[in-house]
């Protein structure tokens, strides 16, 4: 497709599961972003791939959450035993170029909700 | 790291009035900075940007202008209409060593454009 692709659009799942949500960037595009977004706020960073290196995980809340990006082009990220407070709208990003100064593009969103 | 602000939080115009909303930042190194809209339930869309060596762009209704001793950059939406109606974000970019690539959101500006 010509967007960014996310899967699952919604996740509902027991607290204490393993999700696993994934990211289908635009053609070509280099770098790949995840985001974090609750409700009423922007976006906030979690991790970020350059190919298939990841250059950036800071912004990870803890161990529970990874992500990789193995062939440098779907990515997927994995949250482990999971809790309530894991519960947002996960958004992932690619840009065609590497660089703080490169467009980044969003997709959808996955809704995920842990009972 | 980056600290963006944005205002106001809530903005509610007459169709064809002008929309102006402003964000102020920290990191002088910042030298990107993009706007998104985002509708219910979609993801941002990226709807104009500059760099910081220019002081304002335009592309149809919608321009941004930066200071850059000031730190701080606005959108401005003229002859608005209804559908100009979402929540729009401002960001700047990590620009430092390995946080490279990483964007910093405001809280967002919800824009209600009444016919």
């Known amino acids: 497709g010509a967007g960014v692709s996310q899967s699952p659009r919604y996740k509902v799942t027991k607290r204490g599961q393993d999700v696993a949500l994934r990211c289908d960037p635009i053609s070509g595009h280099v770098s790949l972003y995840w985001y974090r977004q609750a409700l009423g706020q922007g976006p906030e960073f979690l991790t970020y791939f350059n190919y298939e290196a990841q250059q950036d995980k800071s912004g990870l809340p803890n161990d529970r959450f990874s992500a990789e990006r193995p062939e440098g082009s779907i990515s997927t990220l994995t949250i482990q035993r999971t809790e309530q407070r894991d519960s947002a709208m996960y958004r992932c990003a690619s840009s065609l170029g590497q660089g703080s100064n490169q467009p980044q593009h969003f997709g959808d969103g996955t809704r995920l909700s842990i009972l | 790291g980056e600290n963006v602000e944005q205002h106001p939080s809530t903005l509610s115009v007459q169709e064809g009035d002008s929309a102006v909303i402003k964000c102020t930042y920290s990191d002088s190194a910042s030298n990107y900075f993009p706007w998104y809209k985002q509708e219910l339930g979609k993801g941002p869309q990226l709807i104009i940007d500059?760099?910081?060596?220019?002081g304002e762009k335009k592309d149809q209704r919608i321009a941004v202008t930066l200071n850059k001793t000031a730190k701080h950059f606005s959108l401005h939406i003229t002859e608005t209409q209804p559908e100009d109606s979402a929540v729009y974000f401002c960001?700047?970019?990590?620009?430092?060593?390995?946080?490279?690539?990483?964007?910093?959101f405001g809280r967002g500006t919800q824009l209600t454009v009444w016919p």
């Open positions: 960001a700047a970019p990590a620009d430092r060593g390995s946080t490279l690539g990483r964007l910093y």
């Open positions: 500059i760099r910081s060596n220019v």
